[in-house]
């Protein structure tokens, strides 16, 4: 393991997390972290040159596609459930008003 991490970044890992950890826990954070280094290190030998940078591990080509109403609008199946309606939607009772405003 070549990266060692520090117990005063791991102290101060530790509250930028807010997390209380034991003396083991700080011991296990820092070899954990230091592993995550090591193997960050062996990423970095690869040999990347024929590999085209992406922004996205899925292609995003054509993820658009047409707005187009394919099952109508269910406007009279909807109003058909309501207890009042006019052509254009539902009557409600009126919430507020001038009455009893003061």
């Known amino acids: ?19 209380e950890l034991s003396e083991e826990e700080k011991k296990q954070a820092g070899r954990d972290m230091g592993q995550m280094l090591d193997y960050m ?14 922004y996205h591990a899925f292609s995003m080509e054509g993820v658009f596609r047409e707005d187009v109403v394919t099952n109508g609008d269910g406007r ?25 405003a003061e």
């Open 1 to 19: 393991m070549a990266n060692i991490i520090s117990d005063q970044l791991i102290a101060y890992t530790a509250v930028l997390a807010e997390l």
């Open 41 to 54: 290190d062996q990423l970095k030998e690869l040999d990347t040159s024929a590999v085209e940078p992406m």
């Open 76 to 100: 009279r199946d909807t109003l058909a459930n309501a207890p009042f309606c006019s052509e254009n939607g539902i009557i409600v009772p009126r919430t507020i008003g001038s009455e009893g």
